[in-house]
């Protein structure tokens, strides 16, 4: 007899840990379930004794760990009758918030920055249909004002000031406990407004607190460095960063990711965008993964770490790769512009030359 279930959502899975009923009506696409891959070339490369892996949230439905968010705030923003949400957004949580929007016949308005959002959200977000309204401004801006407008119009707020957006992003930790059968010692992410290392935490508490895991991971949290408030210790005005993603200079969740580090002896650090890059190369070109630029800052930093000795040999370490490569495109055609094809006659005897000339 086949023991195979069809996974139908994160909600229904976690569903006892999650604030719905019996009669909630879930808005999902399937979202959740992503892999948990053990890397094996990139530790090989280092030379250092660690387990990696990395769980990777580009596989959601739409590209990103957002949606496990989105499905949570959606299905309670129509059980409570709301017709229309909001969101400001980089990229991703638009064409989240967009997709959901779309699954419950709903309508979705989101502010983004002007010209600073990636090709392939931005492609996503017209296509679910979303009502696009782009800002001269930044993120942070956009936030600012859908905190305000939320008063002025009937609109829900489905940013990860939504509280039901971080219990749905917590069950990506309860996902990896339930694979590997314990917590990991280390885990590693890009922050940007700080929601996710706030349902993480979040999540690895509560399976500890049940007995489901007995230990908690300590807290990565990685940013980049033109955008890297929790190193300056306070709010940066004008944040700047390849990774667009995480270009966010005022974190909402402020608090909560400060008592992440703290209550897991964890630490934030920020890298250049030249390393984050270089992360997102590494991964793509040994392992086969193709994240986007933002998700490459964990695993910049795991192996800055692991290199320094504060992540220490024999570790399992787990870095979230919080979105797809395919997001962005253009910053990957850029980067490989040393390696771009050239063009020869369509014969034989040329293709022939031009393998052997790579052999
Ligand atoms: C949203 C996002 C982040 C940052 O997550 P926060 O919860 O804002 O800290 C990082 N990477 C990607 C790809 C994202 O979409």
């Known amino acids: 007899m086949s023991t195979h279930k069809h996974h139908t959502g994160l909600i229904d899975r976690y569903r006892d840990r999650l604030p719905v009923s019996a009669n909630t009506r879930i808005i999902s696409l399937n979202e959740g379930n992503t892999p ?18 990395v769980k990777f949230e580009g596989l959601n439905p739409t590209g990103s760990f957002k949606d496990r968010g989105m499905t949570m705030a959606v299905t309670k923003a129509v059980e409570e009758g709301s017709q229309a949400i909001i969101c400001a957004s980089t990229g991703n949580t638009s064409a989240a918030a967009a997709a959901y929007a779309a699954r419950a016949g709903i309508k979705a308005f989101v502010l983004i920055p002007d010209g600073k959002i990636a090709q392939g959200k931005l492609a996503q977000t017209l296509m679910y249909g979303a ?45 990896i406990v339930d694979d590997l059968g314990f917590a990991p010692d280390y885990h590693c992410l890009p922050v940007g407004n700080a929601g996710n290392i706030t349902a993480y935490w979040k999540g690895y508490k509560e399976y500890a607190t049940d007995r489901v895991c007995s230990t908690r991971p300590v807290m990565c949290g990685y940013q980049a460095a033109g955008a890297a408030p929790f190193l300056a210790g306070h709010p940066i005005e004008d944040p700047e960063t390849i990774a667009t993603a995480i270009r966010i200079g005022n974190p909402q969740s402020w608090d909560y990711a400060w008592a992440a580090q703290k209550e897991s002896g964890g630490w934030f650090e920020k890298f250049t965008d030249e390393q984050i890059l270089a992360a997102q190369k590494m991964l793509s070109q040994y392992e086969g993964i193709f994240c986007e630029p933002a998700s490459a800052a964990s695993l910049a930093g795991a192996l800055h770490d692991i290199a320094l000795g504060n992540i220490p040999e024999g570790s399992k370490i787990v870095c979230t790769l919080t979105g797809n490569g395919l997001k962005d495109p253009d910053t990957a055609i850029a980067q490989c512009a040393a390696a771009h094809p050239v063009t020869i006659e369509a014969t034989l005897d040329a293709v022939k030359r031009a393998i052997l000339d790579c052999l």
Request: no cysteine.
């Open 131 to 175: 009502e696009i309204i782009q800002i001269n401004g930044n993120f942070d801006k956009g936030m600012a004002l859908v905190k305000e407008i939320a008063d002025h119009a009937p609109v829900t707020i489905v940013n990860s000031i939504n509280p039901y957006r971080i219990d749905g992003q917590k069950t990506a930790a309860f996902e």
């Open 36 to 53: 948990l891959i053990q890397l094996y070339n990139i530790p090989r490369l280092i030379g250092k004794d660690v387990d990696i892996y």
